[in-house]
């Protein structure tokens, strides 16, 4: 007995018979005895679709209004399925994100929780209530309803589980858990038992989709185990927590990035300060930088090569334009590519993951464009035609099949 928090996402909550499936869940749960608190995401295509009904009237509509348009998906799938478990005969009710004590920044479209006031949930929790919470949205400092960024549902779950000390966040999703690479994609992937915060934070920002990053960082922030497994299969998933066992395993997991573009400066001048001059003039546009690589230093110029977000390589290259009095053509973006990672915190400890990496793409004849190394990943741009194969072939090379 205990209090647990249950998301779920788009794909188990698509139509009528997964909102029923979604339902049996929830009350089987309260039926052993615990309270529950439910996080559920918009049904299926929703979110898209709603996007495209935006587009088709104003291309450039305000952020204020696209998200008082997209936290209408989560509204209707929370009543939906506060409905399916009432017509079960269980005490129901469903909240939206302000009712449940969200307040946000004022970033609208990838708003960041500040808090969650938690009494209206606790006053339902005590009145025997299963809580219903529409994800992915919760009010700013204007009263204006904010989004947290798409999967942000994710990070409902785990910012009510923290706030409520609940005894379980587990997300429900439309694979068995997190798996060594994307297992719809990808062939012979493993589902992983556990994985620790760090690598599922890096394995997340750095594609894998089956987890919000800002999930995963507010869960290790708060200490919130989160859970990862099926909505449709009844087995155990993937636990994400501090320490997690390391099975063997070199590396967690393979995974690809689509939204990067390559900007490259040719000829700045090969004095100092121009790296900081640059890239704080990128800072000031709110512009982030990933992999970086600065060319040696020939006669007096030298070339800067970086990656931003897709969404934010016309800005980066208008800024260096406007700031800099370089020739015509020196400033160029390539968004043709894709960023290629390895995640795990073995290979801290085992020296060749990189050379086994780069083999991998050899044997494959990908070339790569940039590389970049922490301790838990490493990363390689190279062209976005490569990347699946790219993936597979980093996959099998770390994963044999058996
Ligand atoms: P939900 O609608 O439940 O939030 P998402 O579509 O956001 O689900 O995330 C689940 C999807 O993430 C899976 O269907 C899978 O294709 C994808 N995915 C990508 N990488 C991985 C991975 N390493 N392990 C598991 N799933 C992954
Ligand atoms: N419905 C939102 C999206 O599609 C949020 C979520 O699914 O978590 O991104
Ligand atoms: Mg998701």
Same mark, same amino acid.
């Given at each position: ?138 009010? %700013?400092?204007?009263? *204006? +309803?904010?989004?947290?960024?798409? $999967?942000?549902? =994710? @990070? ?6 923290? /706030? ?121 546009? %709110?512009?982030?930088? *990933? +992999?970086?690589?600065?060319?040696? $230093?020939?006669? =007096? @110029? ?6 931003? /977000? ?93």
């Amino acid at each position: 007995m205990g209090l647990i928090v249950q998301k779920f996402g788009g794909s188990s909550v698509a139509d009528a018979a997964r909102v029923r499936n979604v339902a049996s869940i929830i009350i089987d749960t309260y039926k052993q005895g615990n309270d529950v608190v439910a996080v559920v995401s918009a049904q299926g295509d929703t979110t898209d679709d709603l996007i495209e009904k935006a587009a088709e009237l104003n291309p450039k509509a305000s952020k204020r209004e696209m998200d008082s348009l997209l936290s209408a998906g989560e509204q209707m799938s929370s009543a939906l399925l506060a409905m399916a478990i009432e017509a079960e005969g269980y005490p129901v009710v469903s909240l939206l994100g302000w009712q449940a004590g969200f307040r946000t920044d004022n970033v609208y479209g990838s708003a960041r929780i500040k808090t969650v006031q938690p009494e209206r949930l606790k006053n339902e929790i005590g009145k025997k209530n299963i809580v219903i919470v529409a994800g992915f949205q919760g009010l %700013n400092g204007f009263d *204006d +309803i904010t989004t947290l960024g798409r $999967g942000g549902s =994710d @990070t409902s779950a785990v910012a009510i589980a923290a /706030a409520l000390h609940a005894d379980r966040c587990q997300i429900f999703t439309d694979v068995e858990g997190v798996y060594t690479a994307d297992p719809r994609k990808v062939e012979g992937t493993k589902k992983l038992a556990e994985i620790t915060y760090d690598e599922m934070l890096e394995l997340a920002t750095l594609g894998a989709q089956v987890l919000n990053n800002r999930s995963v960082e507010r869960a290790k922030k708060y200490n919130v185990e989160v859970e990862v497994l099926s909505s449709l299969k009844r087995v155990p998933g993937t636990i994400v927590k501090e320490v997690a066992k390391m099975e063997k395993m070199l590396i967690r997991g393979v995974t690809k990035d689509t939204d990067v573009a390559r900007i490259s400066v040719i000829g700045v001048p090969n004095t100092p300060g121009i790296a900081f001059k640059l890239f704080s003039k990128l800072a000031a546009k %709110n512009i982030n930088v *990933d +992999i970086i690589l600065q060319s040696v $230093g020939r006669n =007096d @110029t030298k070339d800067i090569t970086f990656t931003v /977000a897709k969404s934010n390589g016309e800005l980066a290259v208008q800024t260096i334009t406007d700031s800099f009095d370089l020739e015509e053509g020196s400033v160029v973006c390539d968004t043709n590519v894709a960023k290629v990672s390895v995640v795990g915190a073995g290979m801290e400890t085992h020296p060749g993951t990189a050379s086994k990496m780069f083999e991998a793409l050899y044997e494959k004849d990908i070339n790569i464009q940039m590389i970049s190394t922490s301790e838990i990943k490493i990363s390689v741009l190279i062209n976005a035609e490569d990347a699946d194969k790219a993936v597979s072939a980093v996959h099998k090379a770390f994963f044999p099949v058996d």
